[in-house]
């Protein structure tokens, strides 16, 4: 019989730098700091986001020198595909960050043989960091204190507390939300604190129907919230792979409790088919 896999060593890695790389980007918001929209409509750009993306690779390097690396920031990503490959957003949540709200968080996450593994998201602003390791638990260290994570049962579609995207409102959400009878809706920035308040129980479901994600903003969050007991897939309820084949998540991004995501999926594929986001 195999044993567990031991992480532990990737896990205080991955700790220690998105805290780092969390102090490197407030030492930026405290400052006039400029941004550039990048390209294609993908969104702002800041010294954060460079800063804390450089800091990351390079320690994920020096500690890891044979896994791949794929991080946001880096223009020349990694292609070799290692069975071990990490995914990071330096940044989740850079329109946030530049509108100064608070809600944007550091993703550090290990995909494993293509499947998320270990997850650490931390959001700077509030001191708030999540870890887990999928089959082993999830926990959230604020204020210096830790504790361990689980996600809450919900029994019916309408009691669902739903989050969706301040910065990318859809109209899809909207149309879910309503034929579900889902009527606690609130927005948030940053997919990896949304899967947080998923983890921590304050919330059931989150949904994002814009095909402008990627697998650096999933993967940390994927494998906090599979450790809390909830799930990550798209709009049809199929996992993404994290294989360094397709980098968009294009497909949408529906994150969960596993007792809200049956309730909701039939209505959340059907209205994705209906749109176009599913083909």
Sequence with gaps: MRGVADFSRELEVACRVAREAGRVIMEVYGTRFAFEEKAGDAGPVTEA??????????????????DSIIAEETSRRDETRSPRGWYIDPLDGTREFVDRNGMF??????????????????GPVEDKLYAGVVGQGCTLEAGGVKRALRVVPVRS?????????????????GLIARELGITDVKE????????????????????????????WDACAPEAVLRAAGGALTDFAGAPYAYDGVELGNVRGLVAGSADALPLVMPVVTRIARESGLLR
Excluded: M, Q, W
């Design 49 to 66: 986001d460079t800063r804390a993306n450089e800091l990351i690779v390079s320690e994920l390097r020096r500690a890891f020198p044979g």
């Design 105 to 122: 968080a550091v993703h550090v996450g290990l995909a494993v043989d293509g499947v998320a593994a270990l997850g650490v998201v931390y």
């Design 157 to 173: 579609a309408n009691a669902v507390r739903l989050l969706v995207s301040r910065s990318h409102k859809s109209r899809e959400t």
């Design 188 to 215: 948030h920035g940053s997919v990896g604190l949304k899967c947080g308040l998923i983890a921590e129980g304050k919330a059931d479901l989150y949904l994002h129907a814009s095909p402008r994600s990627s697998r």
